[in-house]
């Protein structure tokens, strides 16, 4: 008979230390500065779309927050601002590849969507599968149930025509395609 000590009964299990919350999600401390820019940013885009407020008193507001001066404030200035300004065009892309008309996608998943258009167009020193990660990322950590799904079917969906010769590249070296990719991003 094996005797438990009573300090054993009383530990929580171990964590794995893989930089994951239990939900998946990654912790604060394992978030790269463009990850944190990118939250700050879809944050910002969200006040935009729901409240339609004024893109310096979001800009204001949200350099306010706590955490911000981890984040790469260049990258946050890039994207929101560069989201803000091409907004018709970003969804003029996407709206061919819904399912749904532009007004009924979550605002968190619409912002995604921006946040990976926007960089697939425009920070090409990101690759496209990172983009597309940073992007399921987001929704998967603050959309809906199954938001990450939609937003990775659009994403991939422009990463051909957008970054057509990085996905070319990655398919002639044997790298699975978008359609892989967003396969791998469903069962995430």
């Keep these: 008979m094996t005797e438990t000590t009573p300090s054993s009964k009383t530990r929580p299990p171990k964590q794995s230390r893989t ?5 998946g999600t990654r912790k604060a401390a394992s978030k790269s500065n463009r ?4 939250e700050f940013a879809l944050q910002a885009l969200y006040q935009h779309i729901v409240g339609r407020n004024d893109a310096a008193a ?7 927050l706590a955490g911000f001066h981890k984040a790469d404030a260049a990258h946050y200035n890039a994207v929101l ?6 907004a018709d065009d970003l969804d003029a892309l996407i709206t061919p590849l819904l399912d749904r008309k532009l ?26 599968r ?6 399921i ?16 079917a659009v994403l991939n969906g422009l990463a051909p025509r957008l970054r057509a010769n990085e996905v070319a590249a990655d398919k002639a070296a044997g790298k699975p395609g978008p359609e892989a990719a967003a396969a791998e991003g469903e069962g995430a």
Aim: proline share 3%; charged share 25%; glycine share 10%.
């Design 58 to 64: 979001i800009d204001s507001f949200t350099r306010d």
């Design 19 to 23: 930089g994951l919350k239990a939900n």
């Design 81 to 86: 601002h560069g989201c803000i300004n091409t």
């Design 137 to 152: 990322e987001l929704a998967k950590e603050f959309g809906g149930t199954d938001g990450h799904k939609y937003v990775n």
């Design 103 to 128: 007004g009924e996608i979550s605002p968190i998943e619409r912002a995604s969507m921006w946040i990976g258009v926007y960089e697939f167009m425009h920070c090409m020193d990101v690759p496209w």
């Design 35 to 38: 990850s944190r820019a990118r």
């Design 130 to 135: 990172v983009v597309l990660n940073e992007c």
